[in-house]
């Protein structure tokens, strides 16, 4: 059950270096083409690499932790990342804070109670300037998952 | 074909085919990205969670869809990326990739897309969306 106090939640910043060998087994693992990730000596990061940063986080102290999801029925929604300018570069040490944004209720289509959970994660450079903002929609469904939906 | 003259609403990239996506390079994925959820390869603990088999990572879909948009219109040039994830995507599956400008905006000088991974023989896998800068 969710537990829907945890909204504003947050977890204690950490940091997390972005490595070049990193962001090229990355585009390697998600089939890019471009010579910049590839071949280049300071690429930026591909778009989705700021998943990576479960590498960095400390273990057991998620801010998911307080809201209580069951795992049985947890999908991934959907996923944002935003950029304030070109994505960080190799080279760069980030600040990263999540907070729980939001929980919310809405009727599935196929019957039962969907809950979402919205968490914002916030990575700042070494001048403290926010340079990218990752989203992610959880969604614990009503009834346990099946294979139609959801990944 | 991706100066600022010629991405007007309606322009879009090739389409292009990925895959079949392999155990390997589900595996490849899991490495490269930390989630090492044993759902996405062994089969055993799918079938217990009532899945026919080990089936691919949401993200990694993702990845190659932003792969596409970046190899399209540029690494450094991505301000927005976001996904919907639709279907799952199963070890063999071929995926297309295609994409498309919907909005344009003069003044910044940036572009949104709409984007999707699609399953051959099968519906839209991701639904994807990004704002990218036009030099």
């Given amino acids: ?151 | 074909m991706t100066g600022w003259e010629n991405l007007t609403v309606g322009a879009a990239a090739p389409d292009r085919e990925y895959g079949p996506i392999s155990r390997t390079d589900i595996v490849q994925y899991q490495g490269a990205s930390g989630d090492f959820n044993p759902i996405h390869h062994d089969d055993e603990f799918a079938q217990s969670a009532g899945y026919p088999g080990a089936f691919s990572v949401g993200m990694l879909q993702a990845g190659i869809l932003a792969s596409f948009a970046t190899d399209w219109l540029g690494p450094r040039n991505v301000r927005t990326f976001g996904v919907q994830f639709r279907e799952q995507v199963w070890p063999g599956d071929v995926l297309v990739c295609s994409g498309s400008v919907v909005g344009r905006d003069d003044d910044a000088r940036t572009v949104d897309l709409e984007l999707v991974a699609t399953r051959v023989g099968g519906g839209a896998a991701i639904k994807g969306y990004a704002t990218f800068v036009v030099e």
């Fill in chain 1, 1 to 151: 059950m969710v537990d829907k106090s945890a909204i504003g939640a947050t977890d204690e910043p950490f940091t997390m270096v972005v490595e070049a060998g990193k962001v090229r087994e990355f585009a390697r693992a998600t089939m890019s083409a471009s010579p910049e990730y590839l071949e280049g000596p300071d690429p930026v990061i591909p778009p989705t690499f700021l998943t990576t940063v479960s590498f960095w986080s400390p273990p057991g102290r998620s801010v998911f932790s307080k809201v209580k999801m069951d795992l049985r029925r947890l999908l991934h929604g959907g996923q944002e990342y935003t950029f304030h300018g070109p994505p960080p570069a190799v080279g760069t040490t980030l600040t990263v804070q999540t907070r729980v944004a939001d929980i919310y209720e809405k009727e599935g289509k196929r019957g039962g109670t969907m809950t979402f959970v919205i968490t914002i994660s916030e990575f700042r450079d070494e001048s403290g300037t926010l340079v990218a903002e990752a989203k992610s929609t959880a969604i614990e469904t009503g009834k346990p998952a099946t294979s139609e939906a959801g990944a």
